[in-house]
């Protein structure tokens, strides 16, 4: 087996942990989205900590570095609870779909913080997945159906924030446990007076469900990781979709759940845009 095809492996096990990390997410019933965000952060914690243990390397941070990963733990947090509170009151694969729209969000701000050129065939793929994100949202004015999906753009828009930040983590050296572990507690410390103060009573059941959240996120962290030693971004990130895939599937099985038309239309154009500019960056860089 090549590097390459480890790495494709890699990348759609990963995104069926993500998928199942939604599942286990919704399936915790009616619990409030920034109590399950702490639990799912205190297992990544667990891992991540593990790993930052058993590496021989210390980690030294260089002036300038707390701050971006501050902001990348904050609109980090952001993501999640916005992922979280949309997997609840959505169909599953419009959620997921909507938390991808991430890259595109971290190509226009990498265009601002990082100064970094939009081409123009980068430009119509942002554009046409906005265009998509607009036929899943389907803004008819309806607050209760509106609001669940503007929360999960902005969850996707603070994820790509996010990920704008570790770019820039990277390029300074500091490696990917250490921000997963800083993302984590930072996350858990600035939900846990919430918690605390407003605690909702949980069954066994559902504190299994949210360990299990917990669980497959570092499952997909552990997988992702693993993709991207394997092979570059270029060859394989377009995979990362099939988690609309894997969420249908699951959506339709444990929930009975069937995405309408126009979530079908906004999944197709997003898709297309994403395979675009993938075949746009490989061939950027095969030149």
Not at 49 to 66: F, N, Q, Y
Not at 109 to 126: D, G
Not at 254 to 282: E, H, N, R
């Amino acid at each position: 087996m090549t590097q390459k095809q480890k790495g494709i492996l890699c990348i759609l096990a990963a995104a069926f942990f993500f998928s199942l990390m939604n599942v286990f997410v919704r399936l915790a019933g009616d619990v409030p989205s920034v109590q399950k965000s702490f639990f799912r952060n205190v297992v990544a914690i667990l891992f991540a900590g593990i790993l930052l243990l058993r590496s021989p390397e210390t980690v030294t941070l260089k002036p300038g570095d707390l701050k971006y990963l501050l902001l990348r733990s904050a609109f980090g947090t952001l993501g999640i609870l916005c992922n979280f509170y949309a997997v609840d009151h959505m169909v599953l694969a419009d959620a997921s779909m909507l938390n991808k729209m991430s890259p595109f969000f971290a190509i226009l701000f990498s265009y601002f913080l990082l100064k970094e050129k939009i081409s123009l065939v980068q430009a119509a793929a942002v554009i046409a997945a906005f265009i998509g994100s607009l036929c899943i949202i389907k803004p008819s004015g309806q607050t209760m159906e509106f609001l669940p999906s503007l929360i999960g753009l902005t969850g996707g828009m603070g994820a790509g924030i996010a990920y704008t930040m570790v770019r820039i983590l990277g390029k300074r050296g500091i490696k990917g446990p250490f921000i997963v572990f800083f993302f984590s507690a930072f996350s858990c410390l600035v939900v846990l007076p919430y918690v605390l103060l407003n605690y909702h009573p949980m069954s066994g059941m559902q504190v299994l469900m949210l360990l299990c959240a917990g669980l497959a996120a570092s499952g997909g962290q552990f997988a992702i990781t693993g993709a991207y030693c394997f092979a570059p971004a270029r060859e394989i990130s377009v995979y990362d979709y099939s988690q609309i895939i894997f969420s249908a599937i699951l959506g339709f099985f444990l929930f009975q759940q069937i995405p309408d038309m126009f979530s079908w239309i906004g999944y197709l154009i997003i898709c297309t845009a994403a395979v675009g500019m993938f075949l746009y960056q490989k061939n950027q860089t095969a030149a």
